[in-house]
């Protein structure tokens, strides 16, 4: 008796490639468990625990009857209340709690901002260099990404004039990362202002991840284009997590917030496995007085120490560009 041959995955599936970020973590992973001297340079994550009263709100809210049940797919609300007031606190602006989507991490968020804006067709100006997971997602959502380059003599950002060359009719959304990764440049108020004003002008939505917000270094100061431009919030998706400023990477918790709904009337998505993968830490947050969003102690921790001593020194060692002024990384061009 003949077998019929087993289906092999969709093809919008096989084209996507697997992470570089995650490959190269894991290398070093595997090295350093074999007992190899190694530095990982792949992922961005702080090299320090996650804050003590943390773990122990997500201890406490495990141990809670309460916690036990379904949670809303968008979020708990009180969690989406601390990330509201977090907001107003941190970027200058107010977003209803309503408007404010709980993810699996920051990777989900990107996932799920593709999917709700791109149809097949649709073009992605995206600045680069940039972390390789988003030119995947774009082609996952089918859309084509369009590639905006800015070199280290451009202190790796773009400028308005290279924007609306690359801008077509096809152009539906502009990807922004401030504090970038890889390169750690940081857009100035004044150069997102003008980039928001030429979106709000064309028409073009604006996907914001604004995960590492907290890290800046030197005189870098934070800005937001939402705060700035108030008119593209209709049009603005802002992607953030608790990850990076709180050294909680492994605990994925992230969140979107944009208008309630798109342009074609229907709701951002939201994934049943939200329900369950976000409730330890969301309670933990929100249930455990709120406390890892009301402050900063690891981003201040990261910036005196990062920003001269451990990035600058390996200067000796690589032809380096342009000091980064954000994040984790460093854009070597060696």
């Known amino acids: 008796m003949s077998t019929a041959p087993i289906s092999r995955v969709s093809a919008r599936l096989a084209a996507i490639s ?23 340079f792949g992922a961005g994550e702080p090299d320090f625990a996650t804050p003590d009263y943390i773990v122990a709100a997500a201890v406490a ?35 209803s709690p ?75 959304v502009l990807l922004l990362c401030s504090p970038s990764n890889p390169t750690g440049a940081v857009y100035t108020a004044a150069e997102l202002t003008h980039i928001g004003q030429w979106a709000l002008e064309h028409g073009i939505w604006v996907v914001t991840d604004e995960i590492y917000e ?21 049009q603005t998706v802002v992607l953030n997590g608790v990850a990076k400023t709180y050294a909680m990477t492994g ?39 709120r406390r890892p969003v009301r402050g900063r102690p690891h981003a201040d921790r990261l910036r005196p120490s990062a920003s001269a001593d451990r990035i600058h020194a390996l200067r000796d060692r690589w032809r380096s560009g342009p000091h980064p002024q954000g994040g984790l990384l460093r854009l070597s061009e060696r």
Do not use: C
Request: proline fraction near 8%.
């Open 98 to 172: 309503e408007d404010i989507l709980v993810t699996n991490g920051g990777k989900q968020a990107v996932f799920q901002a593709f999917a709700a804006l791109v149809d097949p067709g649709d073009e992605v100006l995206m600045p680069t260099p940039i972390w390789t997971t988003y030119p995947e997602v774009v082609a996952l959502a089918g859309g084509t990404t369009v590639e905006v380059f800015a070199g280290a003599d451009q202190d790796y950002k773009v400028t308005l004039e290279q924007l609306e060359a690359a801008r077509t009719e096809r152009t539906k």
């Open 18 to 40: 697997p992470s570089a970020t995650l490959a190269v973590d894991a290398k070093a992973k595997s090295l350093r468990a074999a007992g190899r001297p190694v530095i990982g």
């Open 251 to 289: 605990w994925r918790v992230g969140w979107m917030m944009g208008p309630p709904t798109s342009s074609g009337g229907h709701q951002l998505p939201v994934t049943p496995d939200q329900q369950r993968r976000q409730r330890l830490p969301a309670r933990g947050h929100s249930r455990g007085g």
């Open 61 to 95: 809210a495990a141990q809670d009857p309460v916690n036990h049940k379904y949670s809303p797919a968008k979020g708990l609300p009180e969690l989406r209340e601390a990330i509201s007031a977090k907001t107003l606190r941190d970027s200058g602006y107010l977003v």
């Open 214 to 234: 907290h890290l800046l270094y030197d005189d870098a100061q934070p800005a937001h284009i939402v705060a700035l431009v108030p008119e593209l919030a209709n």
